[in-house]
């Protein structure tokens, strides 16, 4: 404006023209940069847009204020604000057709002189236009123009041909009386029209923000405030209005007006513009003066309530469109977080705020992320493998198969289920090998063997005792029963092709020539290895003279091999009695392996401090394979916490956990937030079948976790009452078809249909939808 920093308006019907507006007004034109060559009179706005200037319009001095007519016919009219409180309607050079001729060059002039700060169209009726003025103590600071109006009232004339210069119009186009007086000793500093209705005008007035009816004008609903500048009102929810003071943002419900429901952080510099996106709920910018910064307010999700005292939160950032001084900025009509920037040096800027990027997991492992207005799935091509490695896939994956990984798991647990431990009632399964053991200290009996199959004897201490045997079992080695035959878990092995563990566990039992044969077998099946038979003829010349050439070079031999068990094996024949740390510590031999080697051959001391030993690894580890040492007892949930941080598998845990003794495990907060975890994912992926499988299959193991008598009647009779009621007699055909019981009928799976429901008193807040409840549930 006149003596002060440029203004900047985007056309309302024309996307690609913008005018600024200081000393003088000038048309722009945006075009892509891409599509010519920047031409001269050409300003460069960004890397893809330019600006051509189309017109100047220099016959309205001293301007103050500008407003773009609403309407798309005249299509270039715009009224000026000037200092001494004229209001002019000019255009930019534009074909002028009747309508517009009559109204370019035509004044509305106060009664008496004092500048003009705000202009506002009625966005409703376009010939309505509203200007705020300053203060004079005779006179109105609201005065709203007809622009249809005619000529000046004759009372008028002769004072406003001796007000008006020689320059100015002709006196028939003045006019001196408006519509609407408002506002009287007061000064006006902003103005906007409330779009819920036409008859509705929002003041900024000297001290309180006013709302004006139009039908009764001798009223106003008002507040007292200091945040009377920039009034403007969110397009995207009528009753939110903006306005500031000095370096603060106050945010107005119209529905209750008393207060500010949001005042934004107070800035170090003053406000110069405030404006809401048109493009974008709840996004406001603001500017301050001599600043290259627009702070933006995101207030999308966060829509003002009634009656909520507590201030919405909000998201707020910002962005830098140039280097220099942001003199103003107007948001584009319609492109989504667009806007043009003017320094006051009219250096302009073409500028997009980008929107902040959400990410969200589908519960089927997709990946969607929204920017703006859209929504954008990701998907990887050609690597199929890694999608199979996440765990929400494993474990949906086994929720369709029943989870039958997991009942194989618990299979050689719930065998036992029925064995207890010598003066204790639990069942085994609770118990783990690390109990085991302890409660054998005192009752090991130590026997001597020699490996057989060898020509040079040497015994061998092996200890023996009811608790070992029961160890022995879980690790699987050897069946229920007093028989310590390991015959038929080797001949499993064999029939797995897993030769190198069967013949390790053939020697662990001191048969040397068995695990020969074994390894033999193995070279000369088809898928065996072919090195075998060099272990084989190793093994045969076994001597345990402790300097014998035999000895070096297995141990050399070791060093070589890659499989561990073929390792534990020649670790296992060079070591002294008692001491068999190569085979105990050699970590990729299967932990119940290593277990069950040393229930035969250390002591009790021994065993229990590798036991200790061995179950606080599996423990900080997280490895599942700990749980034959821990059991299904605290040490176990321990065990399982660290697997679960690990892997976030809760579908294990809780299957797992469930299997624990009600009392001591099922209690504990870790696993009833596994469990009730794993059930909202089951809801998530909707598996309404699984998850009702789940809950029965929970049930029968908690007692406590059954649900009440009186829901499952309420469930039965809710159902009775609506198959009853609302099925048709070939509807219910068809249902009880898709139920897998076709020619039964419905009366026949639900026997409560052949008497009247009887629905217990209870709220219909409590009754469960019926499209969640499996029908074999109920």
């Not at 002019?88 to 509305?108: A, M, P, R, W, Y």
């Not at 977080?337 to 980008?354: C, G, H, K």
């Not at 929504?375 to 896939?393: H, N, Q, V």
Request: proline share 5%; aromatic share 8%; net charge negative.
């Amino acid at each position: 404006m006149s003596g002060s920093k440029p203004d900047i308006l985007w056309a309302p019907h024309h996307v690609d023209r913008f005018v600024v507006c200081d000393s003088e007004l000038s048309l722009y034109h945006i075009d892509s940069a891409v599509s010519s060559e920047l031409k001269a009179g050409s300003l460069r706005l960004s890397e893809e847009t330019t600006a051509t200037l189309l017109s100047i319009n220099s016959d309205t001095p001293y301007m103050k204020c500008v407003a773009w007519y609403p309407k798309y016919d005249p299509e270039c009219l715009l009224a000026v604000g000037q200092a001494n409180g004229r209001v002019v309607l000019t255009s930019l050079g534009q074909d002028h057709n009747s309508k517009s001729k009559d109204l370019i060059g035509k004044e509305f002039v106060p009664k008496h002189a004092r500048q003009c700060n705000t202009l506002a169209w009625n966005p409703l009726d376009s010939n309505w236009l509203a200007a705020g003025l300053d203060k004079h103590r005779a006179d109105f600071s609201v005065l709203i123009w007809d622009i249809s109006s005619k000529y000046a009232p004759e009372t008028a004339v002769a004072t406003e041909k001796v007000r008006l210069s020689a320059g100015d119009v002709e006196a028939g186009l003045v006019v001196t009386k408006p519509l609407y007086e408002l506002g009287q000793n007061d000064a006006c500093l902003s103005l906007c029209w409330l779009p819920r209705d036409q008859k509705l005008l929002l003041a900024g007035m000297h001290r309180n923000l006013a709302i004006f009816d139009l039908r009764n004008t001798s009223q106003k609903i008002f507040v007292n405030t200091k945040a009377v500048q920039g009034v403007t009102v969110d397009p995207y929810f009528h009753d939110r209005v903006a306005s500031f003071y000095e370096g603060q943002v106050a945010i107005w419900d119209l529905r209750k007006f008393e207060k500010p429901v949001l005042t934004l952080t107070e800035q170090p510099k003053p406000l110069t513009k405030v404006a809401w996106c048109p493009t974008r709920t709840g996004l406001l910018a603001t500017l301050t003066r001599d600043s290259n910064i627009i702070r933006l307010y995101d207030m999308q999700h966060t829509p003002t309530p009634i009656g909520d005292e507590t201030e919405p939160t909000i998201i707020e950032r910002s962005v830098q469109p140039c280097e220099n001084y942001i003199a103003s900025f107007a948001w584009h009509p319609t492109s989504q977080n667009r806007m043009v920037v003017v320094t006051p040096n009219r250096t302009m800027s073409d500028f997009t705020v980008f929107e902040r990027i959400s990410l969200a997991w589908s519960p089927v492992t997709s990946l969607m992320w929204a920017c703006g207005r859209h929504l954008y799935e990701c998907t990887e091509e050609g690597k199929a493998s890694s999608l199979e490695k996440d765990i929400a896939t494993k474990m949906r994956l086994r929720a369709l198969s029943s989870f039958l990984y997991m009942k194989i798991l618990m299979k050689q647990y719930t065998e036992d289920m029925d064995q207890k431990l010598t003066g204790n009632k639990g069942p085994l399964v609770y118990a783990g090998i690390k109990s085991i053991v302890k409660s054998s200290l005192g009752t090991t009996e130590n026997l001597r063997q020699s490996r057989s199959g060898s020509d040079r004897q040497a015994d061998i201490i092996q200890y023996l005792s009811e608790e070992r045997s029961l160890a022995l079992q879980l690790c699987g080695w050897i069946k229920k029963g007093t028989d310590l035959d390991v015959e038929p878990f080797l001949n499993s092995l064999e029939q797995e092709g897993d030769w190198e563990r069967a013949a390790a566990v053939a020697l662990f039992n001191l048969d040397i020539r068995r695990a020969i044969q074994i390894l033999n077998k193995g070279a000369s099946s088809g898928k065996g290895d072919l090195n075998l038979n060099v272990v084989a003829m190793a093994l045969s010349g076994y001597t345990d003279e402790k300097n014998s050439l035999w000895r070096e070079m297995c141990s050399t031999l070791r060093l070589q091999l890659n499989n561990p068990y073929l390792c534990a094996m020649f670790a296992f024949l060079t070591s002294e009695s008692g001491s068999y740390d190569g085979v105990l510590y050699e970590n990729n031999v299967a932990v119940r392996d290593r277990v069950a080697f040393a229930c035969k051959f250390l002591n009790d001391a021994q065993l229990n401090r590798f036991i200790e030993k061995l179950t606080n690894e599996m423990k900080e580890a997280g490895n599942l394979e700990g749980i034959l040492l821990t059991g299904l007892t605290k040490d176990g949930v321990d065990l399982m916490e660290s697997y679960v941080d690990r892997t976030g598998d809760v579908q294990t845990a809780s299957y797992c956990m469930l299997q624990g003794s009600p009392s001591d495990v099922l209690k504990d907060e870790r696993v009833q937030y596994w469990i009730e975890n794993y059930r909202n994912l089951l809801d998530a992926w909707r598996f309404w079948h699984k998850r009702a499988e789940f809950d029965i299959h929970r049930s029968k193991l908690d007692p406590s976790s059954k649900p009440l008598a009186q829901l499952v009647s309420i469930i039965k009779a809710y159902f009775s009452a609506l198959c009853a009621s609302s099925m048709s007699q070939d509807v219910k055909s068809s249902f009880t078809s898709s139920l897998g019981f076709p020619g039964h009928s419905l009366e026949y799976l639900v026997p409560a249909l052949h008497q009247p429901p009887v629905l217990p008193k209870t709220p219909a807040l409590f009754m469960p939808s019926i499209g969640d409840i499996p029908f074999w549930c109920l």
